[in-house]
């Protein structure tokens, strides 16, 4: 439900984005900017899963953490609905909409370190009889729970895509964020329905609070925020490198009870999936070219929406089970291959292939649109499922939310990397409002380049990545003591 409500989430995006264009003053570039700036909470999800691991709310691990983050989401919504209906009092608007957008991605962030856990928690590690599971089905359960997963969020992107273009098209902006706000309702159910007490086979597992990760996690975040009131030159670079060097760190420690080749499997993999995430996108100027040129509206936007979840969902049932049991090597690079061809219509309708098809075949735009999201669509979420499922694998018992966010937190780095190229690639080839002259070379630099660097991951490392499944009950997160202490217990 978590999930879902997560998915929800988008109900509001196609609004904000006609919105954003048409009523702030922000250009291209201060809007990917922004996007960098708005992975630095799923940066810091290493704080938060901890927090929820280690220190109750009211003797609460999950429940009071679920409540904590919906209510940010919602508040974040009425806060851009104020801003919409230009209610924002002595702030500006484009002030408030920043602040708000933090909010929302913060509240996201608490509840989905709480579904995380609660991935590998409903799994059994041991048999009726206390003898350890056999590795293979527990990864193959694991696997599986990613899977319903990431169809659980797809699921909740489905029912309110269609709904969300139609909504933008026909309602007033401040409107549609007040019905955003509604998305978060669903987490608070989830909460009121969950059993904390005994209803995870790892419940009972208690842990200390860590004081290297909540003061380095800290210590992080006020350099980050620092940053971003500063505003030094080049300072989304200046945190990407401070964030990789913390994650780093905080990895190369999580993993010191960890066997050397599962090291090596999970270093090498997270390196291609770093590698795979971080394709930079083309930026906003794509998008506001096909409002402007192609003439797509908020209708059809919603259509596109719709359609590519729905198939991105179909996707992951019917191929998530093998993703799972495939090479994770093998499978990134089919994708990053398949993912550059289907990007070769949209390239395509930059040099005029609508208007020729239009003539020659009796089609134009909307329906290469449509054809392009067809087929890419059910890879938009294969990626992530073996990713998922390696991670979850490793979670040590006690320490869910903590362990999968660490890592998750390196993956949303990815996607901070992607965005400080783009903004890069969008310097070297500027796109001013309805002045796209410059924007086919962006594309196309931004499509090589992505392929360049999940393929060159995949050649170099490809080979290193292998599952394995960390000894049940044995833990990752410990101090050096607890390290030798632990050593001499192991058999």
């Known amino acids: 439900m978590i999930y879902a409500a997560a998915g929800a989430s988008g109900f509001a995006a196609i609004a904000e984005t006609f919105w954003v264009r048409e009523s702030l003053g922000l250009s291209p570039q201060a809007l990917l ?3 960098a700036w708005m992975t630095v909470p799923w940066t810091l999800k290493m704080v938060f899963g901890h927090l929820v691991d280690t220190v109750p709310i009211l003797g609460s691990r999950r429940r009071a953490y679920i409540l904590f983050g919906a209510t940010a989401q919602a508040a974040a919504y009425l806060a851009l609905a104020a801003a919409a209906a230009r ?3 002595p702030f500006a608007t484009e002030a408030v909409y920043v602040a708000a957008s933090l909010l929302a991605v913060l509240g996201l962030v608490v509840q989905d370190c709480v579904a ?6 409903v799994v059994d590690r041991t048999a009726p009889d ?9 990864q193959a359960e694991l696997g599986d729970v990613q899977v319903l997963g990431r169809v659980a969020l797809m699921g909740g992107a489905f029912a309110v895509a269609g709904l969300g273009g139609l909504a933008a098209q ?3 902006v401040a409107t549609v964020f007040l019905l955003g706000a509604m998305a978060p309702m669903l987490s608070v159910f989830a909460a009121l329905l969950l059993r904390e007490d005994g209803a ?3 419940a009972t597992v208690r842990e200390r609070p860590d004081p290297r990760i909540l003061g380095g996690g800290a210590a992080f975040a006020a350099v980050l925020l620092a940053l971003g009131i500063l505003d030094p030159p080049f300072a989304p670079e200046i945190g990407l490198a401070v964030s990789l060097g913390v994650i780093g760190w905080l990895l190369r ?10 090291q090596v499997a999970m270093a090498a993999a997270a390196t291609v999936i770093f590698a795979f995430r971080a394709a930079p996108p083309p930026g906003p100027a794509l998008q506001w070219w096909q409002m402007d040129v192609l003439g797509y509206d908020q209708g059809f936007f919603g259509v596109l929406a719709q359609i590519g979840t729905g198939l991105a969902i179909a996707g992951s049932l019917v191929l998530g089970g093998r993703i799972v049991r495939a090479p994770l090597g093998r499978v990134l690079g089919w994708l990053a291959v398949l ?5 070769l219509p949209t390239i395509g309708m930059l040099f005029g292939l609508h208007e020729w098809t239009a003539v020659q075949f009796g089609f134009g735009a909307r329906t290469i649109g449509l054809a392009d999201t067809v087929l890419s669509a059910p890879l938009a979420q294969l990626g992530m499922i073996p990713m998922l499922t390696l991670i979850a694998v490793h979670a040590p018992p006690g320490r869910q939310a903590t362990w999968f966010a660490l890592v998750a937190s390196l993956m949303n780095l990815a996607l901070q990397a992607g965005n400080v190229i783009s903004r890069g690639l969008n310097a070297a080839f500027p796109v001013e409002r309805g002045d796209y002259a410059t924007l086919p070379a962006l594309v196309i630099a931004a499509t090589a380049l992505g392929l360049v660097l999940a393929l060159g991951a995949i050649a170099l490392l490809g080979r290193w990545i292998r599952p394995a499944i960390v000894t049940p009950g044995a833990p990752i997160l410990a101090s050096e003591a607890e390290e030798r202490s632990e050593a001499r217990l192991r058999p």
């Open 33 to 35: 900017a922004l996007a």
């Open 87 to 89: 209610m924002t009092g």
């Open 116 to 121: 995380d856990a609660l991935t590998t928690e």
């Open 130 to 138: 206390g003898t350890p599971r056999e590795p293979a089905v527990v």
């Open 170 to 172: 026909r309602m007033p």
């Open 200 to 202: 995870a086979p790892h």
């Open 253 to 262: 420690r999580t993993m010191a009870g960890v066997p050397a080749r599962t």
């Open 339 to 343: 993912g550059a061809v289907l990007s």
